[in-house]
C-alpha cells in the first residue's frame, strides 16, 4: 500500500501584527496547515520547540537579522527543516546579505508576489525537497524556483562596493569616516558615492542634500518602493 506524506506544517513569523495575521489566515483558506504565529523571537523559538513544525515561513527582516540565527538554531534540532523567506527587498545585498550567509535550501519569495498564494504554496513544499537535496537557496516567483539574480531592478546596477558604501552612508557615516572603514582615499569615496547618485539617477545641485536623497532611495529600495 502506498503511503501518503502528510502535508507540512507551517510556523509562519512576522513583525508585522497585520502581515501576520492576514498571511495566516489565507494560507489556512488555501489548505495550508499553518500550526503556529509568532511576532517575536522568543514567541517563535517557543512555538517552534512545541509544535514541531516541518517548514518555518518567516520574513527576512523579522527581529533584524535574528532570522537567520533563528533558522541556524532550529535547523539543529530539525536538519530537514524546510524554510522560506519573505522579503520586500529584491536584492539582498542591500541588507549586508550574500547568498552564501542564505541557509540551504531556503525558498526566497518577494512580499509583492505573496498576495499569489499559489507562489507561497510552492515555496513551502520545494523548501522540504530542496532541504532534504541541500540545493542552494533560490528565488521563487510563479513560474518556480529562480537562479540568485532572477529579479533585474536598479539595484542590478550596482556593484559590491557601491552597494556596501550605500549601505554605510544610509547608516549616517560621513565620506571620511566610509573611507577608514574600507581602507580607501576619501576621493575614492566621493567618486564612489557620486557613481551611487548617477545609478539612481539623482542629479546634484545645491537646493538638495545628495546624501539626504541618497539614503531615501537606499530605503524605499529596502521597503521594495513600498512593495508597488
Not at 47 to 75: C, E, H, M, N, W
Not at 92 to 110: E, Y
Not at 162 to 178: P, V, W
Request: hydrophobic share 45%; glycine share 4%.
Amino acid at each position: 500500500m502506498e503511503t501518503v506524506e502528510a502535508p507540512p506544517t507551517v510556523l509562519v513569523a512576522s513583525n508585522d501584527a497585520f502581515e501576520l495575521a492576514t498571511l495566516s489566515a489565507s494560507l489556512r483558506l488555501n489548505s495550508v496547515n499553518v500550526v503556529g504565529e509568532a511576532n517575536s523571537s522568543a514567541i517563535a523559538d517557543n512555538l517552534f520547540r512545541f509544535l514541531t513544525p516541518s517548514v518555518f515561513l518567516v520574513d527576512l527582516q523579522f527581529s533584524g537579522i535574528d532570522a537567520l540565527a533563528l533558522i541556524v538554531k532550529f535547523r539543529k534540532i530539525n536538519p530537514g527543516l524546510g524554510v522560506v523567506l519573505m522579503t520586500a527587498c529584491p536584492d539582498l545585498r542591500l541588507m549586508g546579505l550574500t547568498h552564501d550567509q542564505i541557509p540551504v535550501g531556503a525558498q526566497i519569495v518577494l512580499k509583492k508576489t505573496v498576495a499569489d498564494l499559489s507562489v507561497v504554496s510552492f515555496a513551502i513544499s520545494h523548501s522540504l525537497i530542496a532541504a532534504h537535496d541541500k540545493s542552494k537557496s533560490s528565488w521563487v516567483d510563479n513560474h518556480g524556483s529562480l537562479h540568485e539574480s532572477a529579479f533585474e531592478t536598479a539595484l542590478s546596477e550596482f556593484t559590491n562596493i557601491q552597494m556596501d558604501t550605500l549601505r554605510l552612508l544610509a547608516r549616517g557615516l560621513s565620506n571620511a569616516e566610509i573611507a577608514k572603514v574600507r581602507f580607501v582615499s576619501e576621493k575614492s569615496v566621493e567618486q564612489i558615492v557620486a557613481r551611487i547618485a548617477q545609478n539612481f539617477h539623482i542629479e546634484q545641485d545645491h537646493t538638495h542634500n545628495l546624501r539626504v536623497l541618497i539614503t531615501g532611495e537606499y530605503f524605499k529600495w529596502l521597503g521594495a518602493l513600498n512593495r508597488q
